[in-house]
């Protein structure tokens, strides 16, 4: 990985993800926010379902569209997070970059968590 890159995945929030679709099999894109907390890369959002975590669920495999201070395609796995103490440590977090108005026991009980794995 170049250092444009590791800078990138350090600093910047915005990205865009392509899932493969879990009932078309087409590739979805769409823009969502990520975070970086002690160096593993996370994707949430507010609770409630969401399109892009059942494609991740169906097929983990994806692509991490970088396109703020760089631009990359990066290949990625997601790894849903169901393990309670992760959930309780990075979810405030998380909630807070986004400026979540739920409480943050509601996000860690209903809002899609992923890990991502990068390569």
């Known amino acids: 990985m170049n250092e444009e890159i590791a800078k990138a995945l350090e600093s910047d929030r915005v990205i865009?993800?392509?899932?493969?679709?879990?009932?078309?099999?087409?590739?979805?894109?769409?823009e969502l926010?990520?975070?970086?907390?002690?160096?593993?890369?996370?994707?949430?959002g507010i609770p409630g379902k969401r399109g892009w975590y059942a494609n991740m669920l169906a097929n983990p495999a994806f692509t991490f569209h970088l396109k703020?201070?760089?631009?990359?395609?990066?290949?990625?796995?997601?790894?849903?997070?169901t393990d309670p103490d992760e959930r309780r440590r990075v979810i405030p977090t998380i909630?807070?970059?986004?400026?979540?108005?739920a409480p943050v026991e509601e996000w860690v009980a209903r809002s899609p968590l992923v890990r991502v794995e990068l390569g």
Not at 16 to 30: A, F, H, L, N, Y
Not at 68 to 81: F, Q, Y
Not at 95 to 101: D, F, I, L, V
């Open 16 to 30: 865009d993800i392509t899932t493969v679709g879990r009932k078309s099999g087409e590739p979805r894109r769409r």
């Open 33 to 44: 926010w990520f975070c970086n907390i002690d160096g593993s890369l996370y994707l949430s």
């Open 68 to 81: 703020e201070s760089v631009e990359a395609d990066l290949e990625a796995t997601a790894i849903v997070v």
């Open 95 to 101: 909630a807070e970059r986004y400026g979540a108005t």
